[in-house]
Nanobody
Framework: QVQLVESGGGLVQPGGSLRLSCAAS????????MGWYRQAPGKERELVADITRGGSMNYADSVKGRFTISRDNGKKTVYLQMNSLKPEDTAVYYC???????????????WGQGTQVTVSS
């Protein structure tokens, strides 16, 4: 079975920084894409950033220049460094991984439980 566990969320003042981590574990053969999504109350879940196995990155326009995504393939871990945080960044942040299990039968998306990020003075 596959598990994604996020950490690093919390309360921060506007202009501050947080670093989120997400570690994948289980019977995984390979992880093609890892990414971060967020969802605020009453809003749709949206892509924040993702990164392919080869290192190609994609960012939402709202976070370009402020957030940086990275991954450690050996640790099966993805990170999101968030700088210059704004109140509108407040949301539950979810880790996502598109991966192939060791049985080689399918590619599927898996989600973490979410970690709360609150930006407020």
């Amino acid at each position: 079975q596959v598990q994604l566990v996020e950490s690093g969320g919390g309360l921060v003042q506007p202009g501050g920084s947080l670093r989120l981590s997400c570690a994948a574990s289980g019977s995984i053969f390979s992880i093609n894409v890892m990414g971060w999504y967020r969802q605020a109350p009453g809003k749709e879940r949206e892509l924040v950033a993702d990164i392919t196995r080869g290192g190609s990155m994609n960012y939402a326009d709202s976070v370009k220049g402020r957030f940086t995504i990275s991954r450690d393939n050996g640790k099966k871990t993805v990170y999101l460094q968030m700088n210059s945080l704004k109140p509108e960044d407040t949301a539950v942040y979810y880790c996502n991984a598109n991966l192939v299990l060791r049985d080689g039968l399918r590619r599927d998306d898996y989600w973490g439980q979410g970690t709360q990020v609150t930006v407020s003075s």
